[in-house]
Each structure stands twice: as C-alpha cells, then as structure tokens.
C-alpha cells in the first residue's frame, strides 16, 4: 500500500467514538441502525474509530498493561531471554530498534504472542508460511504475563468475532457472512508494546516510535495507557509531569494531516487492515497511522491486538449491494511495488513478518525469495 503522508500538520478532528451497547441484544432496532450508520461512516473516512462499551472487564485491560509495564521495566538481561531470534515463528521480545517500518527503526520494544501451536515439521512443498505456526516464548521471571495475555486473547478474540459481524451488517450483508471465513482456525495475535524517547545513540529528535504504515491484517484493536513519567534507571534526567498528553498514536486525516487518537481509558481503538480494505473492494479503508515517541523521561505502553482469519484462507470480494457499489472509487489504485498485497492471508502475513524482522528472516527464511520490498 502506498504509504502517504509525511510529517503532516496536526488536525482539530477527534477519532468517532462508538459504545457497542447500542448494538447489543438489549439495544433497539433504533439504536442498532444507528450503530451501523456510524460503523459504516467511521470505517470509510477516516478508517479508524474508539469502542467503548465493550464488556472486556476493567481489571483484564488494567491488568494487561500493569504486567507489560512491569515487563519492560525488568533488566535487558532478562528481557533477552526471550528475543525473538530464539523463534522462527517471530515470538517473543523485540528490543528498541531491531523492528523496520518504511526501512528505519522504530523507537518501541515488545513481545509478540501468537496463538499457543506446536511447530510444524514442514514438508517439501508446504506453503512457507505454515512455518509462522509455533509457540510463545514467555517470561519465566513474570508467570503472571502468560495468564493475563491468554486470558486477555480470548475475550479480545471474543469481541473481535462480534465487531466482525457488526462490520458485515454495516456492509448490508447478514450479520453472519463473513462467519464461515472465520469459524475453522480464526489467529489472534498480541504485542505488548512500549515506547521511549530514543536513547543515546539514535539520531538527535528520532522520533519515529512505529513509522506509518496500514496493518496488513484484518481487525485490530489497541488498548492505549496514556504517558507515565518514567526514567530509564541510567538516565540522569528526572522525569516531569506533563502538562497535557503530547500526540503519541496519530491517524492520516487523507488530507495531509494527523487526528490524534487521544487515550480514552479502557476504550480500543480500531481499526481495518489491508485485508479487509481488498474484501470490501476498498469501500472501507485501511488507514495509515504511526506513534510519535514520548519526551524524554516518560513511557508510552499500549496493547495492539490483531484477528484474521486462517492462514490458508484467501480473502474473497464480498457482494456490496447496488448503493454501497456505486460509492466505490472509480479508480482503481496502482500496486506499490514496496508493498503487495497478497490475497492469500499467509502469504500477506508472513510478507509483514519477514520485513519487520530482518534479522529472524536472515535466520530462518534465507531460502525464501524475498516478498516484497522494504516497506512494511
Ligand atoms: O501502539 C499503538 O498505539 C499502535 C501500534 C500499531 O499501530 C501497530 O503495532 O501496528
Ligand atoms: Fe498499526
């Protein structure tokens, strides 16, 4: 995807808000159409909304980014431990600087957590992306983070399964339609992520926490802590307390500028990705978006949680009705040669993978030839 603007001016616009209540069996038939409207507004311009209202309890979205804070405050040393270079599937700890966006670093470290499999022994001929199945690297320094992100997986899976019939009925197909492309082996995917300013060493005002970029996925819902003061414990400067929250995750307005997806606690912040963007024949967008780093002395943790489906599924067009089909883009958009989209989900997943991670994709894909180029 080609993937616009660049430095940008801020914008004045406020991501929508939706409160999925109005969509629940307790809900009118008013309220529910209502809900719809807004979905479907909100998934074409600008491709991104907050949800509240839920029902994923409080103590499991405080209790998730309590453990990841918790997490990255532990010495380098232990964090290591678990460096995704020890896995061919991309699980586990990415340190600051070692994941690529649009081929510069970005200032966050993380864990990325799959769904619990074996590995696979692949066998000749085996799609190379039945390798991305595996298991976890967890912490043994911190038990509790694999209980609370299993735990924490499921309802976000559960949710997920929801929102994605919602979007179906928002597109006027049977809320259960995109049902059967996700009953047989739907993937969940977390990564605990925090971001810093950059240290000593990057270049002087890097602020690139994630470069933009459009999710290559399906769904995603990021849960966002606001900044904490936070001082690395080498650093000499003393952490201050921030009059107002400085931008951290921004959305592209399409017209040059930023909106600034303000922490709103407990709510997500969703958004569709590249693969539900080709499913709708671009109806509804997958829409660029980055974090600009904290000031020094602060900490930004957040919790991004991404849906699909199967890795063997391929993405079919769904039937727009005759309205929504004459709103389409007339204009077809050209493929970026940095980035193409793969309909095929494991083909586009693994893509991701291997340029967000040079250094495993060195490891235990150099028999692969490359994808795609250097944008992620
Ligand atoms: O940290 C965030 O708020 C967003 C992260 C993100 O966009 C991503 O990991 O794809
Ligand atoms: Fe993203």
Redesign the pocket.
Known sequence: MPVSPGPGRPSAAALPVLDLRSYGAASTPADRADFLAALRAACRDPGFFQLTGHGVPTRLTEGVLAVSREFFRLPTAVKLEIENIHSPHFRGYTRLGHEITRGSPDV?EQIDIGDERPARVPAPGDPPYLRLDGPNQWPARLPQLRETVLEYMAALGRLARVVVRALAESLGLPPGHLDPTFAADPRSHV?L?R?LAAPAGFTDGYDQ??GP?K?GGFL?L?L?DGLRPWDEPTEPARPTALPTQPP??QVADGRGGWID?VPLAGAF?VNIGEMFELATQRYYQATV???VSPPKGHE?V?V?F?YGPGLSATLEPVPLPADLRAQLPDTEEPPDPDNPIFAQHGTNTLKSWLRSHPAVARRYYADLAPLTGSVR
């Open positions: 966050r990564k992520l971001y926490g994630v970029h999710d995603s990021v966002q951290a995750l997806a912040v978006h980055r974090v930004r957040s991004a991404f």
